[in-house]
């Protein structure tokens, strides 16, 4: 008689100890499956940034590519956003953000070369400044968790067609 009830009060520690176990479990589960929503929607915007900043750069090769002389009377220093009208991109100063939450600029700035090589120089050693060339920085911005995410994508445009 003594020995059955002592098999009956371990029965109900068994089954305290398996709810813990598959509580665990589950709390496991629940905190990985909102660490992968959280993770992935990072992803997401990260990759939307790069892609949004690329194709800054590229609506000014279209704007290049069009005319020269506009692309070449944008200020120097300036940042512009873009916009796609009527079929072609235009810069323009008036502010604009995309789906709500990022923001684009494209700034253009001079190129000096060195004279005896006609290298780019990044630094200030260049000795000229090449009207026929220019950098563009298409920079894209955003707000996560209080904190300002910016990445941003350079390239030099040449007057090709001229």
């Excluded at 750069?57 to 005319?67: G, T």
């Excluded at 200020?75 to 235009?90: E, I, K, M, R």
Aim: net charge negative.
């Amino acid at each position: 008689m003594r020995n059955r009830t002592a098999q009956q009060g371990f029965g109900l520690i068994e089954i305290v100890i398996g709810s813990a176990i598959i509580s665990s479990a589950l709390l496991g589960i629940v905190f990985a499956g909102g660490t992968y929503e959280r993770v992935s929607r990072e992803v997401r915007e990260t990759i939307k940034v790069s892609f949004l900043a690329d194709e800054g750069v590229e609506a000014m090769r279209s704007i290049r590519d069009d005319d020269w002389s506009v692309f070449a009377s944008l200020a120097v220093g300036t940042p512009y956003y873009l916009v796609f009208s009527g079929g072609q991109w235009t810069a323009t100063a008036t502010p604009d953000t995309i789906d709500s939450m990022f923001t684009r600029t494209v700034t253009l700035y001079n190129v000096s070369r060195d004279s005896a090589t006609n290298k780019i120089s990044t630094s200030s050693g260049g000795t000229y400044i090449d009207a026929e060339t220019r950098e563009v920085r298409a920079s894209v911005s955003f707000e996560r968790a209080a904190t300002t995410t910016t990445r941003e994508v350079r390239a030099y445009f040449s007057n090709i067609f001229e």
